[in-house]
């Protein structure tokens, strides 16, 4: 009984993400400044990085985990990229 509900719990999930990824696109395409586009892409990082998470408790496999923890970390230093490229227009001094 309760790997029914794990598994239809992981499926609701996973599809709220997936619409919260539709929902993060439509901004990124129709955002009126740069800064919007930046704050959807990190919040489709993280969606992205919750539905390999949820994939990887429906299959049970720890590959899955650690793809999420390398996409949390290249979404974190890209979010710092762009942010500091938006402020002085460069990345690197």
């Excluded at 996973?14 to 919007?36: F, K």
């Amino acid at each position: 009984m309760s790997a029914d509900i794990l598994l239809w719990s992981v499926t609701v999930a996973q599809a709220m993400l997936v619409a919260a990824m539709g929902c993060n696109t439509y901004r990124l395409i129709r955002g009126p400044r740069a800064q919007d586009r930046v704050l959807c892409l990190d919040a489709m990082y993280v969606s992205a990085m919750l539905l390999v998470l949820t994939i990887g408790i429906r299959t049970g496999s720890s590959v899955y985990f650690e793809a999420a923890l390398i996409i949390a970390v290249l979404g974190f230093v890209s979010t710092v990229a762009l942010a500091k490229f938006l402020m002085r227009g460069e990345v690197i001094e």
